[in-house]
């Protein structure tokens, strides 16, 4: 690899980390809530504080959280991603962001292969939602919803431009659309007469 190119993909790792950081930095000032008093923030288990009170609340963080993870993904592609060299793809790469999302605000957020190869086993629909969300977004539908009474599950369609199509579908025979999913979970805070 020539000089001019090491320094491009040696620049690409350092940009796709620092996107990476502002992605992860602004999700946590985003789902965090700032409680009204400090002895309220003591006194809440430190994950179910900053849970979303009713589903709407929930439908409109997880609306943002998955276009912040979309735009992030595509972008990365674009800009940083190259077929030729061996690099960790950007999907991949937001896995981390999906642990720490996981660890420090309790939503869980992952992959689901829709109508194109799944590139890991672990993207393939697990549940009875997942695999309706599949259907929905197969159909055409931007997003698909479940709503319990302790967790509220979305999953938003993700485009597969045709860089993408290169891995997930080698042999195709159409420009079809093809679509990914993000499946995000988030519980929901159970009222006071149900603690």
Known sequence: ???????RAELGFILQGAILAVVLSSLALLLEEVPAEESQQKADPPRQRHYPTTAVEARVRARILHETVHGALQ???????EEEESRVIPSHSLEDVFKELERSQGIK???LAVNARAMNVDNEPRTEFEKQAVKALS???????????KEYQFTGSIRLA???LKCHLPMRKSNEARVAGLVISMPLKVAEKEK
């Open 1 to 7: 690899m020539n000089a001019g190119r090491r320094e």
């Open 75 to 81: 972008v990365m592609h674009r800009d940083f991603f």
């Open 109 to 111: 957020v992952r992959w």
């Open 139 to 149: 159909a055409g539908k931007g997003e698909f919803e479940q709503v319990t009474d």
């Open 162 to 164: 045709s860089q993408c």
